[in-house]
């Protein structure tokens, strides 16, 4: 089945006709637009691809459709996808605004290092939630990666990380993944608190990504939310959740051409196994059909 975020059901009605029509480029913008590609991209694909069809005298939709696979593919291989983790440890830090997913991608991930043979830490640097640091430790234990909690309620979250990279030298942990909070209503607390754990955490390591985790349900809203992680935290990569819940798959093309930061994740459910790399080939291909 395809999934809910596929533009296949969109288009379906533009594929079954014999010939390209302005009905067909109408359909075409009603479905990029209602798939969160956001107004500008739309825009600037359909106009890409009316040259196309002029230039190589194309009539089939079939063969708009493939032009609409190598477009997008080729827009989204001008970000390079892949995790940088070849420090020892690589330490990874997490961040995002509350609810968007970060802790249970950071058990998915954990779960995938160790599938694949890291030995991993998580450190639960979220210390003011005594519910957050629990739910940390289910997802470890699942993963089988050891974890560091805060000795206290509300210990300052910078002291957590640092610890959490302490652990992961003196026990030749490979990979060290670090939870934080995501308050929105201190803000700019939130951002100084973002600060200091950098550089503490940088005084024993260098912090070989930092990953905002955004909803896609939200979709573009949610890039607003996070405008702050985006100016101020050094953000590496992005990890989009929740797309198994969303029909945004645009959104995943729009997100990254705003930012200007590539998408490294992709979170379809809420199981220890529904974390994947980003592969703009085979997600172009299940988004288009
Ligand atoms: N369907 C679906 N649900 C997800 C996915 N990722 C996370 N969730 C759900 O989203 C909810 C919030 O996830 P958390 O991991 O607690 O989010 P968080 O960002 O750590 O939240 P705070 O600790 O409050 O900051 C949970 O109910 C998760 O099961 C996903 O890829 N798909």
Not at 164 to 189: F, P, Q, S, W, Y
Request: with cysteine; hydrophobic share 45%; glycine share 10%.
């Amino acid at each position: 089945m395809a999934a809910k975020w596929s533009l296949s059901g969109a288009l379906r009605g533009m594929f079954q006709r014999e010939t390209i029509t302005e009905e067909t480029w109408d359909d075409l913008e009603t479905a990029l637009i209602m798939a969160d590609f956001g107004p500008d991209i739309t825009e600037q694909l359909i106009e890409a691809l009316r040259a196309d069809v002029d230039r190589l005298m194309v009539d089939d939709p079939k063969d708009l459709k493939r032009m609409l696979r190598e477009r997008l593919e080729e827009r989204f291989a001008e970000y390079d996808p892949t995790l940088s983790l070849q420090e020892r440890p690589a330490v990874i830090l997490v961040v995002g605004v509350n609810g968007v997913g970060k802790t249970t991608t950071i058990g998915k991930l954990a779960r995938f290092l160790v599938a694949n043979g890291q030995s991993v830490v998580v450190g639960a640097a979220d210390t003011f939630r005594a519910a957050a640091v629990e739910q940390l430790a289910t997802w470890a234990q699942r993963a089988g990666s050891a974890i560091v909690r805060p000795e206290r309620e509300g210990q300052d979250p910078a002291s957590v990380a640092f610890q959490t990279v302490e652990a992961a030298k003196a026990h030749d942990h490979t990979m060290c993944i670090i939870d934080t909070a995501g308050r929105l209503h201190t803000k700019g607390g939130l951002m100084d608190e973002l600060g200091k754990i950098k550089r503490v955490i940088e005084k024993q390591a260098p912090i070989s990504e930092v990953l905002l985790v955004l909803d896609a349900t939200t979709g573009q809203n949610g890039v607003n939310q996070a405008m702050a992680f985006i100016e101020h935290a050094g953000i590496t990569g992005l990890v989009v959740t929740k797309l198994d819940g969303s029909a945004k798959g645009g959104f995943i093309l729009a997100v990254q051409e705003r930012t200007g930061i590539p998408i490294k994740l992709i979170g379809q459910g809420e199981g220890i196994d529904d974390l994947t790399g980003f592969t703009p080939h085979v997600f172009v291909e299940q988004l288009v059909g």
